[in-house]
């Protein structure tokens, strides 16, 4: 009898910890890391363009889950690409993805980020880490950081930025090109190829 | 994106006239979106060819203390606004701090030129008559475009309206003669052309990195009018930001 209720014990506690809330100290940090890493270390040091957007690459896309992303943005048209569509999106809308974004970033430049706690997301696995930027003379701008857990590693999902969700813009964006464009998600493909280049 | 960018957004909102129903809210009709694409670009070419070359021969003349100068000035005449939005909203703290930051501004911060009241811990509590609507349960409308002024809504145009008549600086002017008046003029003109120059680099890198630049302003400009503050209905529960949208990893897999 003990034995089965040891079992049954270890049998829920292994149950539990595959679907274990996001630790939400371990998501502070790792946001903290890497706006001191991005904003700090890269945006404010006098490294070269070369060197700064490499060392962004890599920081973006260590941290950023660009591929669940990708899959987001394209919404119902995921399903709808065939298989080599959908790798060459995701690959083209990293590219796409650290291009621009390494350009956003030096809008925070000098800019320190200020840290105000965590909202808890309807996904346990997921949370908000709170952060706030000051922006010339106005009120600091509101970016909240969307953290999900893959499986013990922290990636980012989503940024909200005064309210704008930047995955959600995104995918407003992306099926709106695709259900417009006579060749659909193969349209969406040339245009991304054009911008990457 | 800046807080600077969503009043850029919020300062552009004129629309047409009435409200429209609220099923309507949040989407525009076919019809409507035709009309907005040509509008919006439209108003690309005129902010390609004269907006931004007029707000980067500003920001070459300028340099970022007098830029601040300039924005400083300009919130502080809108401190009024705000204190008879927040009476309009049942908020009389607001109300204080509004007129506190004007009065304080005003005289130690010259005229508002500089932000006193901020230094002294009265912290900025901006609203508008768009949102005191919000928090009546006026619907918001259709996305739409106008003419030069970019992106709204109806009820962010009437607010829009309604704030630039109620301003203080619009009776002054109005009370006086026609240079007054002209003056007046030339001063939106200033606040709209200091407020481009502060996020030209951001708005250029924004259409860089958009596919579809029109449904990336549309998604944004929305999506941000959510911050506005909501009116309270009696059923209405704490609800999880709506930025809490779902998003499932396993819907993709």
């Known amino acids: 009898m003990k034995k089965i209720f040891i079992y049954v014990l270890v049998f829920f506690s292994i149950i539990q910890s595959g679907f274990a809330d996001i630790n939400k100290e371990k998501a502070v940090l790792m946001i903290e890391n890497l706006t001191k890493e991005g904003i700090e270390d890269i945006i404010n040091s006098n490294v070269s363009v070369e060197d700064k957007n490499k060392v962004f690459r890599k920081l973006f896309t260590e941290n950023l889950d660009l591929d669940f992303i990708g899959k987001y943005v394209l919404g119902r048209y995921w399903r709808q690409a065939n298989l080599s569509q959908q790798k060459e999106f995701i690959a083209l809308y990293k590219e796409f993805n650290v291009k621009t974004w390494s350009k956003r970033f030096d809008e925070f430049k000098g800019k320190e980020f200020v840290f105000k706690g965590t909202t808890p997301s309807s996904n346990p696995n997921q949370v908000f880490v709170n952060t706030e930027v000051p922006v010339g003379d106005g009120k600091p701008a509101s970016v909240k950081w969307r953290v999900s857990d893959k499986g013990g590693k922290l990636k980012v999902i989503d940024i909200i930025i005064e309210n704008v969700s930047l995955a959600q813009t995104a995918r407003n964006e992306y099926t709106a090109f695709i259900s417009k464009s006579p060749k659909g998600i193969e349209g969406l493909l040339e245009n991304l190829r054009q911008k990457v280049e | 994106m800046s807080n600077k960018i969503l009043t850029l957004l919020l300062f552009f909102s004129i629309s047409l006239s009435g409200c429209a129903s609220s099923s309507q809210q949040v989407s525009d009709v076919s019809t409507l979106e035709k009309y907005n694409r040509a509008m919006f670009s439209f108003n690309n070419k005129v902010d390609k060819y004269v907006v931004r070359p007029v707000a980067k021969g500003y920001k ?52 508002g030129l500089f932000d006193v009241a901020t230094s002294l811990g009265v912290q900025k509590d901006k609203t508008s008559f768009d949102e005191t609507m919000a928090t009546w349960c006026i619907p918001d409308g259709p996305f739409v475009v106008l003419p030069v002024i ?54 250029e890198s924004l259409e860089e990195g958009s596919i579809d630049y029109y449904e990336a302003v549309k998604s944004a400009y929305l999506q941000n009018r959510g911050r506005l503050k909501k009116c309270v209905k009696k059923d209405d529960v704490t609800e999880t930001p709506n930025f809490d949208f779902d998003m499932d990893e396993m819907d993709y897999n």
């Open chain 2, 150 to 203: 970019g992106p709204g809504t109806p009820r962010s145009v009437v607010g829009f309206v309604a704030d630039g008549y109620s301003s203080p600086a619009y009776w002054v002017a109005h009370e006086g003669n026609d240079d007054a008046m002209s003056a007046y003029y030339w001063a939106v003109g200033l606040k709209y052309v200091n407020l481009m120059a502060e996020n030209i680099t951001f708005l």
């Open chain 2, 60 to 111: 070459a003349v300028t340099n970022k203390y007098i830029r601040t100068r300039v924005s400083n000035f300009f919130n502080n005449i809108d401190e009024p606004v705000s204190a008879a939005n927040h009476i309009l909203q049942g908020e009389f703290g607001g109300t204080g701090t509004n007129l506190s930051r004007f009065v304080i501004n005003t005289t130690l911060g010259v005229a």
